[in-house]
C-alpha cells in the first residue's frame, strides 16, 4: 500500500504562486514516476507534470510549460508542484500520482492517487 497526501492548495488571485506538496508513504519502488493531474468541475482529469524519482527527468504539459516547476526530494519521499503566474483557468483539484514505471500522462495508467487539494484562482 502507498499512500500519497497532497498540501498547499488554496484560494489567491491570478498572478499569484502557490507550491504544491505530495508526501508519500508506505512501500518505495526503486523505480517509479511520480506526476500530477488536475480536474475541474465538468472536465476530464488532465496531466500536468511528471517526475522520475531516480533521475531529473521532467515532462510537463503545454498548458502549464514555463509557469508550473515540478521537483522532488528523495529523502522526505517528497514531490512538489511550484505554481506560478496562476490563471482562472488553473483551477481545480489537483491530485499527485504514482505509477510504477516510466513517465506517461495518461491518468488510468498510474497506480496510486491522492486525496487531492483544491486550488482556486480568482480573476
Known amino acids: 500500500q502507498v499512500q500519497l497526501v497532497e498540501s498547499g492548495g488554496g484560494l489567491v488571485q491570478a498572478g499569484d504562486s502557490l507550491r504544491l506538496s505530495c508526501v508519500a508513504s508506505?512501500?518505495?519502488?526503486?523505480?517509479?514516476?511520480m506526476g500530477w493531474f488536475r480536474q475541474a468541475p465538468g472536465k476530464e482529469r488532465e496531466f500536468v507534470a511528471a517526475?522520475?524519482?531516480?533521475?531529473?527527468?521532467?515532462y510537463y504539459a503545454d498548458s502549464v510549460k514555463g509557469r508550473f516547476t515540478i521537483s522532488r526530494d528523495n529523502a522526505k519521499s517528497t514531490v512538489y508542484l511550484q505554481m506560478n503566474s496562476l490563471k482562472p483557468e488553473d483551477t481545480a483539484v489537483y491530485y499527485c500520482?504514482?505509477?510504477?514505471?516510466?513517465?506517461?500522462?495518461?491518468?488510468?495508467?498510474?497506480?496510486?492517487w491522492g486525496q487531492g487539494t483544491q486550488v482556486t484562482v480568482s480573476s
Open positions: 508506505g512501500r518505495t519502488f526503486s523505480r517509479h514516476t
Open positions: 500520482a504514482v505509477r510504477v514505471g516510466s513517465i506517461v500522462t495518461i491518468a488510468n495508467i498510474y497506480d496510486y
Open positions: 517526475i522520475s524519482w531516480s533521475v531529473d527527468i521532467t
